[in-house]
């Protein structure tokens, strides 16, 4: 069975740490790029960055760029998104996604997660 699980999610204060893990069964991560991408209630899904196959190129949005770091683990078929610094605009729900290359924005990204939830609030 094909699946992407995420975890990693919770409950965090603003300017603190979380690393989410998006975890790969039932096929291999290796060839693909994997993206992460999120969204908060009442708000559309939003691309955050991606990380291609080789993990020689990893991209960032502007909102997140300097504070979130995506990387791989093709050993592990798991991709992670470490994210620091965080601001309570950062709290939605999170999904990761697979693609041949990145791309901004959701369309034509194959499999995806079911989401974890990361909320920013002191």
């Known amino acids: 069975q094909v699946q992407l699980v995420e975890s990693g999610g919770g409950l965090v204060q603003p300017g603190g740490s979380l690393r989410l893990s998006c975890a790969a069964s039932g096929f291999t991560l290796d060839y693909y790029a994997v993206a992460w991408f999120r969204q908060a209630p009442g708000k559309e899904r939003e691309w955050v960055s991606c990380i291609s196959s080789s993990a020689s190129s990893t991209s960032y949005a502007d909102s997140v760029k300097g504070r979130f770091t995506i990387s791989r683990d093709n050993a592990k078929n798991t991709v992670y998104l470490q994210m620091n610094s965080l601001k309570p605009e950062d709290t939605a729900v999170y999904y990761c996604?697979?693609?041949?290359?990145?791309?901004?924005?959701?369309?034509?990204?194959?499999?995806w997660g079911q989401g974890t939830q990361v909320t920013v609030s002191s």
């Open positions: 996604a697979t693609r041949s290359t990145c791309r901004v924005g959701p369309s034509s990204y194959n499999y």
